[in-house]
């Protein structure tokens, strides 16, 4: 079983709710609407000024109506459906007609109402976007789930964005994404042309497709979870092509590891690139910069500053747009990094993140540059 | 004063609730819980299996949870907040805490939660996609509101879509959405230079401007609505640059008119045009093609044919990916006009829509063709 909870809500006028007549008069006429779609009062709780009534519907459904101390009120209709029903019950079909019931008896100008909350079903397509926005998605199908040492890794399919990638319940890439890639690649901008490049992450396989296409020298990926691999190898090929196929090409090596030994090693070995690709976690969402997931990201920047060649640059995703606490954190400890740094923000809107995305371009102030601080266009330099 | 209404919902074991001392206990577990956070059970209804329980929580503050006959519960909680307010609330912080303790202490693997509905704010957040899906907008300031003498006009603005125009609550194009009349256009495959161009309604001036820049030999645009103009004139620039500044330039002339008796008089002079925009309302979402909206469809898709050069195509939205009905009854009404008729389909995912629209390009079939019927890839002649 599932649920579909319908909403409602409206503004009655405040001598409505301060009057204890006229209040009376409301509840009434509120309790004689619900009841005409058989939810029967079954408590009223006076909070003065304002009230909350309960109300127990036929089939098991239940309903609230809850009146503010301003006059604010709000309507919420609960009901059992089956899992595969998806729209069209008995209670979202009597709230058009208990809106329009209130509009008139209680002589409103606007009443709002929401579409039903599908709560239960069985493919949750609720998942959170960065700034908090409750979001539907239209998913019609689990193609894969499964859980590796490290994550929850499913793949669902979307009629709007094809199969897509979300792990931990976070979503990572769709069919739909080429824009993700593109962007943080500042595809047509930067010349990868018999370029070293280094891939931190990236296991969905579709920036090492989408750089391969750029004739680099080489491009080496670090990934760890070889389960997110397989499956995208397998579900997202429209995505990574046939570069998951096996770990080494003519001028491509992906690493199944922790990236930290190997960008150590490559450290002791001397061993430069010329672009480093952050494709691990985003800037995580927090109310301050500590805590692992900061320490993780901290670490990775300075292995990888000591890994840049002298115009190397490192390319990441950033977070949602609308974070910009956390962009403003994550700017924040670019300036206390071992050496000082440039860098330059660009965003797009991601389709299956149904929300638009900020990337950076970070570079090392060339040494002539490093004593002064500037700001040109998108571009800051920031200087210590 | 505005709401926010948090949710959960997790399965109990049906034992749990068929047992009448196991449901016993759930409810009291429950109600200790939720008792924590200053939910105060007021009442139990038994729904044999199942119950209901509802609760009044401290700040006027409400709360129910309903277990249904199969054990699929939900916990609804309701508190009343400051308009201003858009996250962190006490109930939506316990609701994380209350989750984390039902989990534990009922011993299941896996509860659900939702980011709360934020209901009643000072700009309506929720507006409907063509597939019934609750998104929700980051609308932060209204740029302009008017009613004009045919529709609702509303100018948000989003930090994520830039500024966005919303006519009757319906999205109509944002600042983000240039893939929107580029996919209309067929921008970068139809040659529009040196070419006779008809829109149909199109206010926000979008298309008018960007057909502008491809040369065409000169471009009539029929828009009833002046108040649209005007508000996306000023408030929509990076849309329509200067073109509605002036309602005729050297190679465009807008009409401010009705389009029906327009059409017919261009019909009477024998006007005919190698491209017709249809700008105006979207397939109707309804269950069968009946009504004011399909009627109005079907005039102008006539009265377009008469005014379409031998070659000549008609470009229109459609409705979102998964209003497929809508799409079939359309593309039925296709195959029963007055003459023999081809379409392609193709879609865009539209930032500002949060969903994926279908386009339609339209038109005659060969006089040597149109006794056959062949499906081509996504192009479908239809003959009677």
């Known amino acids: ?62 309903g609230v109506i809850h009146v503010y101390s301003d006059g604010y009120a709000t309507v919420t209709l609960e009901e059992g459906v089956s899992c595969k029903q998806a729209s069209g019950t008995v209670v979202s079909e009597a709230a ?52 590796s040492q490290y994550q929850n890794i499913k793949i669902l399919h979307s009629p709007s964005f094809g199969n897509m990638l979300i792990l931990d319940e976070l979503q990572n890439i769709a069919e739909s994404d080429l824009i993700y890639t593109h962007t943080i690649m500042r595809h047509g901008i930067n010349d990868y042309r018999g370029k070293e490049i280094l891939i931190l992450g990236g296991g969905d396989g579709g920036l090492l497709h989408e750089l ?14 070889d389960m997110v691999m397989e499956a995208c190898r397998k579900h997202l090929r429209s995505v990574c092509g046939d570069c998951l196929d096996k770990l080494k090409g003519d001028n491509y090596e992906i690493i199944v590891a922790d990236c930290f030994p190997v960008m150590k090693k490559f450290i002791e070995e001397n061993k430069t690139f010329d672009y480093v690709f952050g494709d691990l976690t985003d800037i995580p969402i927090t109310d301050s910069p500590h805590g692992e997931f900061w320490d993780f990201m901290r670490d990775v920047l300075e292995l990888t500053l000591k890994l840049l060649a002298p115009n190397g640059k490192y390319l990441t995703h950033g977070t949602g747009l609308n974070s910009v606490h956390p962009q403003e954190m994550y700017e924040e400890e670019l300036r206390h990094r071992s ?26 102030v060339p040494p002539q540059l490093s004593n002064g601080s500037v700001e040109n266009g998108d571009k800051r330099i920031l200087s210590r």
Do not use: C
């Open 1 to 62: 079983m599932a649920a579909h909870t319908t909403m409602l809500d409206f503004h009655l006028e405040t001598s409505v709710i301060t009057d204890p007549i006229q209040a009376k008069n409301a509840q009434q006429l509120l309790s004689s609407i619900l009841s005409e779609w058989k939810f029967n009062q079954v408590m009223v709780i006076e909070t003065q000024p304002g009230f909350i009534i309960f109300y127990q519907g036929a089939n098991a459904t239940h």
């Open 96 to 147: 058009k007609v208990i809106q329009k019931m209130i509009l008139d008896k209680l002589k409103l100008k606007r009443i709002k109402s929401y579409l039903p909350m599908k709560r239960g079903g069985p493919i949750d397509q609720f998942i959170t976007t960065s700034d908090n926005r409750l979001v539907e998605y239209d998913f019609d199908k689990v193609i894969y789930e499964g859980d």
């Open 212 to 225: 391969l296409k750029e004739n680099p020298k080489f491009v080496t990926m670090i990934e760890i979870d």
């Open 339 to 364: 050496v000082p740094l440039e860098f330059r923000k660009f965003s797009a809107h991601v389709p299956s993140f149904l929300e638009t995305w900020v990337f950076y371009e970070i570079w090392q």
